[in-house]
């Protein structure tokens, strides 16, 4: 039998595969140390991609909405040599000023809540006994429970300053390696906003570059499949973050503005720490909300059960009417997808993983089901005409 080179290099190539997975079945250390290292040496460029595609949104909102769609003329033609550079420097200016105001309001709200929290916990202990005296005297069981009766609130608080005391010192220990930790996280940033930059200026070159590429190591067909997933992929990521951003400032606004009309201390900054963890899909705004009953609590145990059912309202009016229609139609992912989603990605890479995995299964989705109803069309397609042969027949 012979063998053309096409066949040969198939068969090179399947038995190259199966060897380097038989070495790594056997070598798994050395496997996670290359990966960690090309991770490692990859970590600018996949920082500068997220950070493209993040200041792409603001950027191509303000390309159409300041400069529109090119006109004839020698104004025009400078006016689209200065379109991508204005357009860059304000998208990135709109972000500077979204984070500092978000500092400028939150950082001294953090500073002055610190020191009243500071202030209030030795008072807290006594407090809670007075609070829970009641119930305790009312429920006959909890009178002879023993665990109440020997719950010393300052003992517990004194142990738990303690565990605090004994972490920021192993902290201040390791303060080599957080700083060598942090300056190398800055190189990557500054690298991977470079490599942004550049790439958000030279898009369309970059563009027809990338399309040159896939065109020649593939056959047309592929290159066109694979470049219609990247447009599915842009597009239900923009409109994912879109659309996530919008929804955390809609809820943040809601408990800000319900906190202030019913007398809640903190409303600024659990409103804003709801609006960021509310990012994450499904769970995040139950964080912020644990973070709020906390605070709440030391200043008002009473108060913290009315802020649990303030937050269970506003979460069911942002569940069932707001993130339908801003964020749900543009994802077009049903909830059990994803809490699926927002699952494994979380177990699998964190917070950045819940951010992940919600649009990538949407794409998945997506795709998914137009494989189906391709098949479902073509046995349609079969079977009319198996029928029409037969009734010629």
């Given at each position: 039998m012979k063998i053309n080179k096409k066949s040969f290099f198939t068969i090179f190539s399947s038995g190259a595969v199966l060897i380097l997975l038989h070495w790594g079945i056997h070598n798994p250390e050395k496997v996670y140390s290359l990966v960690s290292l090309t991770f490692g040496l990859l970590m600018p460029v996949f920082l500068g991609l997220c950070i493209a595609f993040v200041l792409n949104v603001p950027m191509s909102a303000i390309e159409r909405t300041l400069f529109g769609k090119p006109q004839k003329g020698k104004a025009e033609l400078l006016r689209q040599n200065l379109k991508r550079p204005v357009s860059f420097i304000l998208a990135l200016l709109f972000v500077v000023a979204v984070i500092s105001l978000v500092i400028f309001l939150v950082v001294p709200e953090l500073i002055k809540t610190v020191r009243i929290i500071g202030e209030t916990i030795p008072e807290f202990g006594k407090r809670m006994q007075d609070w829970l005296a009641p119930l305790i005297e009312a429920t006959p069981g909890l009178q002879s429970s023993q665990i109440l009766s020997e719950l010393n609130w300052k003992t517990l608080f004194s142990k738990g300053w303690d565990v605090l005391h004994n972490s920021m010192t192993s902290l201040v220990g390791s303060t080599f390696v957080i700083a060598s930790s942090v300056f190398s996280g800055l190189v990557n940033f500054g690298l991977g906003f470079v490599f942004s930059a550049y790439i958000l200026l030279q898009k369309e070159e970059c563009e027809k570059q990338s399309k040159r590429v896939l065109y020649a190591f593939l056959s047309t067909e592929k290159a066109d499949r694979f470049l219609y997933i990247c447009n599915l992929s842009n597009r239900i990521f923009t409109n994912f973050l879109t659309g996530q951003c919008l929804e955390a400032v809609i809820l943040g606004g809601m408990f800000f503005v319900c906190m202030n009309l019913l007398g809640f201390p903190?409303?600024?900054?659990?409103?804003?720490?709801?609006?960021?963890?509310?990012?994450?899909?499904?769970?995040?705004?139950?964080?912020?909300?644990?973070?709020?009953?906390?605070?709440?609590?030391?200043?008002?145990?009473?108060?913290?059960?009315?802020?649990?059912?303030?937050?269970?309202?506003?979460?069911?009016?942002?569940?069932?009417?707001?993130?339908p229609k801003v964020v749900g139609s543009s994802v077009g992912l049903p909830a059990l997808w994803?809490?699926?989603?927002?699952?494994?990605?979380?177990?699998?890479?964190?917070?950045?993983?819940?951010?992940?995995?919600?649009?990538?299964?949407?794409?998945?989705?997506?795709?998914?089901?137009?494989?189906?109803?391709?098949?479902?069309?073509?046995?349609?397609?079969?079977?009319?005409?198996?029928?029409?042969?037969?009734?010629?027949?």
């Open positions: 903190y409303s600024l900054l659990i409103s804003v720490l709801i609006a960021f963890t509310a990012l994450i899909p499904v769970f995040g705004a139950f964080i912020g909300m644990a973070v709020g009953v906390f605070l709440i609590m030391v200043n008002n145990p009473m108060q913290a059960v009315w802020f649990v059912v303030l937050f269970l309202i506003l979460q069911q009016i942002e569940g069932n009417f707001i993130y994803v809490l699926l989603a927002v699952t494994l990605g979380g177990s699998m890479m964190g917070v950045f993983g819940m951010l992940v995995m919600v649009p990538a299964f949407s794409v998945l989705y997506a795709l998914f089901w137009e494989n189906v109803n391709k098949r479902i069309d073509t046995k349609r397609a079969l079977h009319d005409t198996q029928s029409e042969q037969l009734n010629e027949q």
